[in-house]
């Protein structure tokens, strides 16, 4: 990382690149629109063709690759909705909006209460005086041993990686996104309902018309792998060996975007799915800029290309590290236990 200058309080201040890379915020209309076109056209297509595998009578794998190939495609309408989010997609606020409103529908998502957890993630990732909203459940070392027996069951349960992302998906977006967060105002929770009815208004029509069996088969499978996806990377983009957590007065954003933060580096085609959604500590840095604009940044922005990068193999270490070491200001797993209890 690029070399800061410090406060007082141990705080880096703004780099002067900072203001530099304010330049990659501009959205570009005509790029957005050929991101809808050559994502939306394919992902509708490619559920026609699992409905045709399905009245034809082939075999349901065929329709289940087809259902790999269609989360990716939802998985891109995931990183628009998430650009629409922080009114960076458009430069009108209300076709942000509106777009918003429309991929979230088709990704089982409410834009403005899921808006509003995003925006707290935001704020508060890496701040270990407030873990709360939109973050994967981390105690450290002396808070789970000191919590009682059923709470570090529950968390050991909770970290498992078969049900972070077996699990997980599931109850992320056909459960928990069917009711507001906490603490949610009267437009948030109205999202939640609009998103619901919008759903049930699908599965009506489809149920007239297709067959809710038919519906079922198309659209379980490919919310379910589309979820998967979205967990596992939004998981390794802050829960990785080498990452930075501080107590609120030590937490500084500069040094939680570019450290707490992965580059998350990806094949090209992996990487076009995920929308650029792996150059995250420069998304951390500026949430303005939107995904077609992330690698223009990376490519033109030195200090963006001094993080290291989280490759594939090393990611897969990721799911097995359970829990923030205050003492060694890393994150560790559970067997790092056996010499606190003295094993």
Known sequence: MPENNETSKGKASKPVWYQSIRKYEKPDLRKAIWELLNTFVPYFLILYLMYLTIQSGYSYWITLALAVLAAGFLGRIFIFFHDC?????????????????????????PYEDWQRAHG??????????????GDIWTLTVDEFLAAPRLTRIRYRIFRNPYVIFGFGPIYEFLIA??????????????????NNLAILAIIVVASLTIGLRTYVLIQLPVIFMCGVMAVWVFYIQHQFAGVYWARHEEWDPIRVAMEGSSYYKLPRLLQWFSGNIGYHHIHHIRPRI????????????????????????????????????ESQKKIVNFRSLKSKLGL
């Not at 704020?123 to 005086?129: E, I, K, Q, S, Y």
């Not at 996104?177 to 609009?194: D, I, M, N, P, W």
């Open 85 to 109: 989010v922080h009114f960076s997609f458009f430069a009108s606020r209300k076709a942000n909006t509106l777009l918003g409103r429309i991929c979230g529908i088709l990704a089982f998502t």
């Open 177 to 194: 996104h069917r009711f507001s967060h906490k603490g949610a105002r009267k437009s948030q929770r109205y999202s939640v309902y609009f």
């Open 120 to 133: 707290i993630h935001h704020a508060t990732v890496g701040d270990l005086d407030r873990r709360s909203v």
């Open 290 to 325: 939107p995904n077609y604009n992330l690698q223009r940044c990376y490519d033109e922005t030195p200090a963006m290309r001094t993080v290291e990068p989280l490759t594939i193999r090393k990611s897969l270490k990721s799911p097995f590290l359970h829990l923030w070491d």
